[in-house]
């Protein structure tokens, strides 16, 4: 005990701190490196990085990678893998290109930007990427095909088709209503900005809450009450400060003046308003909390974690684990789906190149938040994280001047470094790999 | 036959008749007969690779068998994978444990049957109340509920696997080497526990490499070598150098130790 007596501050009592707050250290870590990171490429960039307009740009580029790495999380801890990701985008972003401009208006006489052209586009898509997905999975698990074999395959079936099936050309204009999921064309202005963020506030009280009174309930420990509420302080405080920057960024004024001309009407002089809370962003928030509720709340997630923790366990334990491989690459297409939506509604258009290499920043962003290869372990905020950590990467060298190779490299190095970083803190903490 | 009242009108809790199970070419399991009465222990003796766990499987779910028929209370039983041997009220503690390392006590004990909420979601509190009660009976020292399995010892871990078999109101209970990775006390503890199922009447198939044990736990034993059946016998028949003698040579004893 000689030792712990030169420590200020012994390193036990620091670690109580964090378990009487139940946070865990690992995602403490990520979020301590992704502040060091963004604070360093700000000085860099002389305050340029942390801009309220930097942050909405960030957010905005990030949804469609962050959307798929949720569902690589399931993928991955069943000990599986998809390489095919990119390329189902590319797929569905297609298929939905073509049923919004060329089948929904001409072949059934709809008429581009109907109010039901949206909506119907996106069922096509989801239900375009959720039957590839599905046919993945029954040829990993019925086939007992590695899926290794079957998403390389689909890596370049579906990139070709998408190819196959527009001939490779750009298709654009899309349906102005189908626009409004790519980002700066969608967005909630201020006010409703704020309101949901409220309603977010009250949710996440609430969910706090409920959890305590579970726990009281049946007699169990519970934290401390002043840690309580200062997990319900930081909450509140990242819900609205989010929604806080968001809404400080302002719309351009010439872009606004185009607006008002576009509405025949004539902007008022010193008019300001605020891009505030994408759709986009709050699609991956409501996906984001749908799949928590799904990895942690129900049978599906727990036989998810199950499987990839033993499989022989969860097959005697009555689990049907071929058909959880269906159901897991079906939920992956449905999300590849839903990214080839905000994609091709970023860049108002589909292209032929849209979604390349997608599969690498999906997988590395589950792999950098946390989720082991090896099976049976991941989160579903540590992928977001690990891809809102990749895109600033990515973005912040490209605003430092980093050339694109360099870039690269950099970004291909962390992936590295972030596993091995994870395999040493695991083993460490004795978790098995 | 003074023991087991009745047993002799009454059809078994379980008869298992002409198993065969083969892997690839090898006959794991040839022609095997074995059954079960409600509050009777039947040990099942053999060397490593008799076919012992492969019989089991049979029952519980988890293998197919080639040829035979599973009967539950003279009734034919159609058991096609774990679930539906669950169904029968079939509960097994495997020789592997079948824990996902990965998941809590909690989660282990209900894997497949999990308590849920109105809503349809897993209910862990309710779950975590419900392993703390039957872990206050089984193995009173048990404190990591919040941990991994993985972050058990082996004596934990077996406990789990117990407390997941006990839980669920067996009917017919399946033990495969449920002692092996336990100290001198737990095993004791284990032996109390089977006494006590025992007398409420469930029935108990137990695989067990020690002789000991089951002299002193069994009502009755069967005996395999390379996958057929030796013989079937009653304990009180028996001396542990006759079993000792049918687990090596392979041969039944002579006279009124058959059953
Ligand atoms: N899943 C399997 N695949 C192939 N062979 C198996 C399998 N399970 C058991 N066996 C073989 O069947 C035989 C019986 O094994 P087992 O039932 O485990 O014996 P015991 O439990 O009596 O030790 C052994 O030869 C073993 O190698
Ligand atoms: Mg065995």
Redesign the pocket.
Known sequence: MSDSISHPIPAQSRKNIFRTLELDTRLLGMIGAFIILALAFNMVTDGRFLTPRNIFNLTIQTVSVAIMATGMVFVIVTRNIDLSVGSLLATCSAVMAMVQTWILPDLLGLGLNNPLTAPITIVAGLATGTLIGAFQGWLVGYMLIPSFIVTLGGLLVWRNVAWYLTNGQTIGPLDRNFLVFGGTNGTFGATLSWGIGVIAVGLALYGLWAARRGKLAHGFQVKPLWAEVVMAAITTGAILGFVGILNAYDIPVRRLARLFKARGEVMPDGFTSAYGLPVSVLVLILVAIAMTIVAKRSRFGRYIFATGGNPDAAELAGINTRFLTVKVFALMGALAALSAVVASARLTNHTNDIGTLDELRVIAAAVIGGTALSGGFGTIHGAILGALIMQSLQSGMAMVGVDAPLQNIVVGAVLVLAVLIDIIYRRKTGARL | MTSAPGALMDPPLVEMRNISVS??G?K??DDVSIDLYPGEVVGLL??????????I?VLSGA?QRDAGQIFINGEEAHIANPRDARGYNIETIY?TLALADNLDAASNLFLGRELVTSFGLVDDSAMEAETRKIMARLNPNFEKFANPVSALSGGQRQSVAIARAVYFNARILIM?EPTAALGPHETQMVAELISQLKSEGIGIFL?SHDIHDVMQLCDRASV?KN?HLVGSVRIEHVSDDDLLSMIILGKPPAGPARS
Request: charged share 15%; hydrophobic share 35%; glycine share 22%.
């Open positions: 892997f690839g090898i794991a399991v053999g060397h490593n690779g008799a076919g012992k766990t492969t019989l499987k293998y020789q495969d695989i395999m996958g």
